[in-house]
T-cell receptor
């Protein structure tokens, strides 16, 4: 079993819809990252969380340390949000990222 | 630019050839990571440098993979006698921090295709 599991693997939404991507992990962590990867492009860090909730524009990320679960929400989705969204954790006392398999998001206009 | 850069962006190698992939981290970043991303999968850790010291190479898949960062800045990932299963995107990331829990900045990646 992977240490980091994401769901869903694929997600298609209509423009304007509220989107949620989930991430569960099985190890103790010092931080959790949400990353965005466009086709052919590099990876961009969206959020780094160790507790609570963060918001940036239309993106919201939450984490529940006790339940070992995090969610990434996109409000008022837009076709330019189409990308792969990756959850990654840093194990306690470690520094390398352990990645989920990613969620492929397609937002249709 | 001020970001992480990687070269080449694309590399096609014939099976058995040696390749060298370069990473220029953000100036002053002490931590440097190499990750391998196979098609349709999430990245996987290869190796980690703190300045010039390679502190973790547990993710290197075989002894054909070798990485160095001799002066604590630019890093090179070398793959000897490439095999088809080495085809992947190789990502480099850097961080100013020595410990985890801090943001890593990623380069655009090098897409390696072994034919």
């Amino acid at each position: 079993k992977n240490e980091v599991e994401q769901s869903p693997q694929n997600l298609t939404a209509q423009e304007g819809e509220f989107i949620t991507i989930n991430c569960s992990y099985s190890v103790g962590i010092s931080a959790l990252h949400w990353l965005q990867q466009h086709p052919g492009g590099g990876i961009v860090s969206l959020f780094m969380l160790s507790s609570g909730k963060k918001k940036h524009g239309r993106l919201i990320a939450t984490i529940n340390i006790q339940e070992k679960h995090s969610s990434l929400h996109i409000t008022a989705s837009h076709p330019r949000d189409s990308a792969v969204y990756i959850c990654a954790v840093i194990r306690e006392y470690g520094n390398k990222l352990v990645f989920g398999a990613g969620t492929i998001l397609r937002v249709k206009s | 630019g001020a970001g992480v850069s990687q070269s080449p962006r694309y590399k096609v190698a014939k099976r058995g050839q040696d390749v060298a992939l370069r990473c220029d981290p953000i100036s002053g970043h002490v931590s440097l990571f190499w990750y391998q991303q196979a098609l349709g999968q999430g990245p996987e850790f290869l190796t980690y440098f703190q300045n010039e010291a390679q502190l973790d190479k547990s993710g290197l898949p075989s002894d054909r993979f070798f990485a160095e960062r001799p002066e604590g800045s630019v890093s090179t990932l070398k793959i000897q006698r490439t095999q088809q299963e080495d085809s992947a995107v190789y990502l480099c990331a850097s961080s100013w921090a020595l410990l985890g829990g801090y943001e890593q900045y990623f380069g655009p990646g090098t897409r390696l295709t072994v034919t």
